[in-house]
């Protein structure tokens, strides 16, 4: 992985220099060549006079073979990694929280950089989580894994977004399923813990009652995903409901699947959906839980079916939050 490192002051892209090449590349189809782009971008950006690549790996790059307890042992490594690696790029660059920093960092590859800077407003995830997203997905169809791009817990629909951009120009191009209530997060139980009872300001009863966390509406991510990154309604699937009532009744509908990502937060949302989709992944397909760090419930829901089901794939942290593991067996 190559990241780029800019020696001179960064300083506020002005388009207005140069109006013509407003929004061309990030428009997709409208820009007539992607490297005057390029070349724009950078000068924009102050770049045109030093840029210095540097070669770093990533931990998803680095499998922690081993499993669960290697995973875990593997963990106390990434946040410092990341954290001691990116705040020196960050104050170097001063780019990752200004406006343009989730498109300069992914460069030079254009269409990652657009479908990440295109997200950016609609994800509480981080830029690495994405990035590494589109790469998996890109991966996926690189390695030709038949199936489903498919998310439960979409929010306002940026993972969402990566993910169908990604799968944009493939050939076929993956059906994309979108599960979620979009009426926000059900109450947590008491297999989500205390920091899940104090989000949820107490209520831990497992009701499927929305706690007004993480709402958004269907017309909110519809609008992001069509009218926003012009993806084709053709191949975007909504399943709308709680996942306890949605999943069971709607698995069989998919297929297989080749990418499962799981952001649903609680013990009882990753339970239900690895119990219904977790089987419909083929061999080589990916399991991505982006809470597996974060919330104990959502950790727990995964340890367990792993031991249940007698997965022992090495599990490949992300970054402080989200992990993934490959499949690498075609039973459960
Ligand atoms: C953390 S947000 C998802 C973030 C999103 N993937 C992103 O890229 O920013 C969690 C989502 O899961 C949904 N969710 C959690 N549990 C659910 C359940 N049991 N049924 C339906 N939706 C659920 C919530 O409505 C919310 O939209």
Redesign the pocket.
């Known amino acids: 992985m190559t990241y780029m490192v800019a020696r001179a002051a960064l300083r506020r892209p002005r388009f207005k220099d140069n109006p013509a090449s407003m929004g061309r590349g990030a428009r997709g189809g409208r820009a007539a060549s992607r490297a005057p782009l390029q070349a724009i971008l950078c000068r924009n950006a102050g770049f045109s006079r030093q840029i210095l690549t540097i070669p770093v790996p990533l931990p998803h790059e680095c499998g922690v073979p081993g499993g669960l307890d290697a995973a875990l042992e593997g963990r106390r490594f990434v946040p410092l990694t990341l954290d001691t690696r990116h705040s020196t790029l960050d104050t170097r660059m001063n780019v990752s929280n200004r406006r343009w920093g989730w498109y300069v960092r992914s460069l030079p590859n254009l269409a990652r950089s657009r479908a990440l800077f295109l997200?950016r407003n609609?994800?509480?995830?981080s830029f690495i989580r994405?990035k590494v997203l589109w790469d998996l997905c890109q991966e996926q169809l690189q390695r030709k894994v038949p199936g489903a791009f498919v998310?439960?817990?979409?929010?306002?629909?940026?993972?969402?977004m990566?993910m169908g951009l990604a799968a944009r120009k493939a050939n076929p191009v993956p059906p994309l399923h979108l599960?979620?209530?979009?009426?926000?997060?059900?109450e947590p139980d008491g297999n989500d813990g205390a920091k899940a009872a104090q989000y949820s300001d107490g209520k831990v009863g497992g009701k499927?009652l929305?706690i007004a966390?993480?709402?958004?509406s269907l017309e909110q991510v519809k609008s992001a995903l069509f009218e926003q990154a012009r993806l084709s309604p053709a191949n975007v699937v909504f399943h709308q409901?709680?996942?306890?009532?949605?999943?069971p009744a709607q698995a069989g509908s998919i297929g297989a699947i080749s990418v499962l990502?799981l952001?649903?937060?609680?013990y009882?949302?990753t339970k239900?959906c690895l119990e219904h989709l977790y089987p419909r992944l083929g061999r080589d397909g990916i399991v991505i839980l982006?809470?597996y760090f974060l919330w104990e419930g959502c950790r727990k829901a995964a340890q367990e079916y792993r031991q249940t089901s007698g997965i022992s794939d090495p599990i490949i942290p992300v970054d402080e939050d989200c992990a993934y593991w490959r499949k690498t067996s075609a039973g459960s």
């Open positions: 997200a609609h994800t509480m995830t994405c998310e439960c817990g979409v929010w306002r629909g940026g993972s969402a990566v599960f979620d209530s979009f009426e926000g997060l059900p499927l929305s966390k993480c709402q958004a409901g709680w996942f306890q009532n949605t999943v990502r952001d649903g937060d609680w009882a949302s239900i982006d809470d």
